[in-house]
């Protein structure tokens, strides 16, 4: 059975910043590009950030340069760190497999401005 377990999200004011965590069980992590997705209330879930099995990444045009994304295989784990954090960042931040149906339940980051 696959989970995706996301952690590292909270309140943090404008310009602060956050660790993301996705710790993945039950797939080969190590082949697998991962994403990371957001989802603001009334909104549809938009790409973030990705990272190949080969660690290529890629980024959306508004957080490049302010978000990181990396991963480590050995721990099956991808991470999303952001930094220079806006009001506009605030939403549910998801991990996803490339490719697969499987999310995780989310972790909400709130910036205050």
């Known amino acids: 059975q696959v989970q995706l377990v996301e952690s590292g999200g909270g309140l943090v004011q404008a310009g602060g910043s956050l660790r993301l965590s996705c710790a993945g069980s039950?797939?080969?992590?190590?082949?697998?590009?991962m994403d990371w997705y957001r989802q603001a209330p009334g909104m549809q879930r938009e790409f973030v950030a990705g990272?190949?099995?080969?660690?290529?990444?890629t980024y959306k045009d508004s957080v490049q340069g302010r978000f990181t994304i990396s991963r480590d295989n050995a721990k099956n784990t991808v991470f999303l760190q952001m930094n220079g954090l806006k009001a506009e960042d605030t939403a549910v931040y998801y991990c996803?497999?490339?490719?697969?149906?499987?999310w995780g339940q989310g972790t909400q980051v709130t910036v205050s401005s």
């Open positions: 039950g797939i080969t992590f190590s082949s697998i590009a």
């Open positions: 990272i190949t099995s080969g660690g290529v990444t």
């Open positions: 996803h497999p490339v490719a697969s149906y499987y």
